[in-house]
């Protein structure tokens, strides 16, 4: 079985690919300007038994995606599962919006999924088999001033989420999400200090969630106990949602 999880250099996507290779794939390792750290990772999971391969690919560019698709499947043969997780945050109040910023979280963050989901879904349509995890955030359902557009981008993978979920149902293909809470990743680093303090203030839970914990979340997704779920995202953020 192979997987491949785009943005798996660092943070949650190298958390799932170090999962995926411990339930026994062979694991697709997507970077975009990181080699060493995705050159790591897949060292890790070679040192687990499994195939690894590094793809340098940006996921907002279209013929990048085909390629590093073509790349996996002749190398890893095929691909079951994809986790889409490549993802960028570019906090910014609505007035200090710039077009450019706009234009990058809309490309990575939507385009790049759809455009992994469609080379995954032809390559799974072949087997009438797979699965696509798409990693999206406690901010597609919670307002978070600053995080407008992003907020909106993950809104839009949900969104994708379902409706893919109800394409790909007949070809055998489930299409599930994850809506993580805040992770410790590199991500959160931009965040300043009294403001995560506020943030932990709000989880019900009072910690920040681990990158291990959305990758435990990934597995169970692809367990038997989900095999009747598709197109749901499942919250997973120590309760600031609610
Ligand atoms: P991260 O630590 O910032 O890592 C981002 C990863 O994505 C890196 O591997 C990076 O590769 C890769 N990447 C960025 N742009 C890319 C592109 N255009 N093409 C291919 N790869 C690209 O992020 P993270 O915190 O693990 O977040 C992963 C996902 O979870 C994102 O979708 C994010 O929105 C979501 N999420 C995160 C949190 C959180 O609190 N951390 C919460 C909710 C949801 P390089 O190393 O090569 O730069």
């Known amino acids: 079985m192979v997987a491949l999880v785009t943005g798996a250099s660092r943070g949650i996507g190298k958390a799932c690919a170090l999962k995926l290779a411990d339930l026994g794939y062979d694991v ?33 560019d279209e013929a990048a995606v085909r390629a590093m698709f073509r790349t996996a499947a002749a190398e890893l043969s095929g691909i079951d599962v994809l986790v889409n997780n490549a993802g960028v945050v570019d906090d910014r109040y609505l007035l200090m919006l710039t077009e450019e910023s706009l234009d990058k979280s809309l490309a990575v963050n939507i385009k790049g999924y759809f455009h992994c989901a469609q080379q995954a879904a032809l390559k799974m349509m072949k087997k009438k088999s797979g699965m696509i995890i798409n990693i999206s955030s406690v901010s597609s359902v919670l307002a978070i001033p600053g995080q407008g557009v992003y907020s909106a981008t993950k809104a839009a993978v949900n969104a994708m989420t379902a409706t893919l979920a109800k394409e790909l149902a007949r070809y055998g293909i489930r299409v599930n999400g994850i809506a993580p809470g805040f992770i410790q990743t590199d991500m959160m680093e931009h965040i300043p200090a009294e403001q995560k303090e506020a943030y932990l203030s709000s989880i019900p839970m009072g910690r920040f969630g681990k990158p291990a914990e959305v990758a435990e979340a990934v597995a169970a997704l692809l367990s038997p106990a989900f095999s009747y779920m598709t197109g749901q995202t499942l919250l997973l953020d120590g309760g600031l949602s609610l």
């Open 28 to 60: 697709a390792v997507n970077y975009v300007r990181n080699r060493e750290a995705a050159e790591e990772v897949a060292e890790e999971i070679r040192a687990m038994g499994r195939r690894a391969l590094t793809i340098a690919a940006d996921t907002s």
